[in-house]
């Protein structure tokens, strides 16, 4: 039982460059979300989905793209890399409400 | 002003000693969280409270909705205790939720 994985742990993008940052659960879990964190800072969302083929918005959804086409995957899009996306991301997942969450490991992304 | 609020930001204290972090909010919720951050980075969830009081361990979590009020308490400290503490909450009938800014602990052996 893996829990929740992300990949990759570290990148480095270019002003401009699209990537795409990994993320899987094998928990069976409904829930799941993208957060940034930025120094000095509390976490904020920015997309969630509550089940497969259903995504929405949160706090700081600019410049990014989600899908949730099966349960275990929710893969976060960026589309062209801006400095300020320079951030350490977290993907966590739930059950559902009345559950607590499962969180990545991390992916630290540096755009320069 | 935020609607999460923790106190005190940072706390250094020895081992041993009994660790205090609170955290007050504003809005109505359906759940507060309590997360560990440690210095690695690695986010872990601690407790998930909607009422009354929670212990796992060497930690307890109480919470006081007519206050809107909640405590993580660590017994008996260690230097492993060593992270930033998160507390969360999630508005009624709702996954998001709203971060605090955090409590880094050091225990000093």
């Known amino acids: 039982n893996a829990g929740v994985t992300q990949t990759p742990k570290f990148q480095v993008l270019k002003t401009g460059q699209s990537m795409t940052l990994q993320c899987a659960q094998d928990?069976?879990?409904?829930?799941m979300s993208w957060y940034r964190q930025d120094p000095g800072m509390g976490l904020r969302l920015i997309h969630y989905?509550?089940?497969?083929?259903?995504?929405d918005q949160g706090e700081v959804p600019n410049g990014y793209n989600v899908s949730r086409s099966t349960t275990e995957d929710f893969p976060l899009r960026l589309l062209s890399a801006a400095p300020s996306q320079t951030s350490v991301y977290f993907c966590?997942?739930?059950?559902?409400?009345?559950?607590?969450?499962?969180f990545g490991s991390g992916t630290r992304l540096t755009v320069v | 002003k935020n609607e999460v609020e923790q106190s005190p930001q940072n706390l250094t204290a020895q081992e041993g000693e009994f660790i205090t972090i609170n955290c007050s909010y504003s809005?109505?919720?359906?759940?507060l969280h309590w997360l560990q951050q440690h210095p690695g980075g690695g986010i872990v969830s601690l407790f998930m409270?909607?009422?009354?009081?929670k212990k796992h361990g060497r930690l307890i979590a109480t919470i006081n909705i007519q206050e809107k009020h909640s405590s993580l308490h660590i017994t008996a400290s260690h230097p492993r205790d060593s992270a930033v503490y998160i507390c969360?909450?999630?508005?009624?009938?709702?996954?998001?939720?709203?971060w605090g800014a955090g409590t880094k602990l050091i225990i000093k052996p």
């Open positions: 966590a997942s739930k059950r559902g409400l009345g559950y607590g969450y499962t």
């Open positions: 928990m069976n879990h409904e829930y």
């Open positions: 989905s509550v089940g497969a083929g259903i995504t």
């Open positions: 809005v109505g919720i359906s759940a």
């Open positions: 409270l909607s009422s009354g009081k």
């Open positions: 969360a909450v999630a508005m009624d009938s709702n996954y998001q939720l709203i």
